[in-house]
């Protein structure tokens, strides 16, 4: 059974940093794409990075670019979100999820962390 | 960046009724839709893929259709268990990017 746990998340003032993590068992981790996604509170989800199997590519969106760094150790099965710079707009609920056949759909969802950002 | 934009926000749809919710991209995204499920307090559950593809264990009463820039998501005789929030979400592009979702709720 697949499954993606994170952990890491609390409460943090702005201009503070996080690092989520989120274990994933089940699959061979080494050869997914995965996923970073996020949902404001009582919001829609937004896309926030994307990291290859070998992490020889990444992607962020704009609003998260030069800010927060996604890695993964493969041999521990494990991903990361570094997120640096935080602001009160970052306060969200952060999935860990795993890509669907390298193609950018999403078909593996952890429960999510919440991180709030608030002085 | 493609904007998705749904239709309707919410949709009140009765038990065994079907629903249709639509899905615009601002530009073409081929084939690479997906279409998502949320349950209050649940994270997402990927349903289809590829415009039209169910993804497993996905019953047979949810259908994609479309190509391009419209989209549609039905469901064919909505049960209890349907009542949730749907969003779309293009990965033709980077930024992979979400609709805004739709509510289907009780009527």
């Known amino acids: 059974e697949v499954q993606l746990v994170e952990s890491g998340g609390g409460l943090v003032q702005p201009g503070g940093s996080l690092r989520l993590s989120c274990a994933a068992s089940g699959f061979t981790f080494s050869t997914y794409w995965m996923h970073w996604v996020r949902q404001a509170p009582g919001k829609g989800l937004v896309w926030v990075s994307h990291?290859?199997?070998?992490?020889?590519?990444?992607y962020y969106a704009d609003s998260v670019k030069g800010r927060f760094t996604i890695s993964r150790e493969n041999a521990k099965n494990t991903l990361y979100l570094q997120m640096n710079s935080l602001r009160d707009e970052d306060t969200a609920v952060y999935y860990c999820?795993?890509?669907?056949?390298?193609?950018?759909?999403?078909?593996?969802w952890g429960q999510g962390t919440l991180v709030t950002v608030s002085s | 960046e493609i904007v998705m934009t749904q239709s309707p926000g919410t949709l009140s749809v009765s038990p065994g009724e079907r629903a249709t919710l639509s899905c615009r991209a601002s530009q073409s995204v081929s084939s690479n839709l997906a279409w998502y499920q949320q349950k209050p307090g649940q994270a997402p559950r990927l349903l289809i893929y590829g415009v039209s593809t169910r993804a497993t264990g996905i019953p047979d009463r949810f259908s994609g259709s479309g190509s391009g820039t419209e989209f549609t998501l039905t469901i064919s005789s909505l049960q209890s268990e349907d009542f949730a929030v749907y969003y779309c979400?293009?990965?033709?592009?980077?930024?992979?990017?979400f609709g805004q979702g739709t509510k289907v709720e009780i009527k």
């Open positions: 999820v795993r890509d669907h056949g390298y193609t950018g759909s999403l078909d593996y």
């Open positions: 979400q293009q990965y033709n592009n980077w930024p992979k990017t």
């Open positions: 990291i290859s199997s070998d992490d020889s590519n990444t």
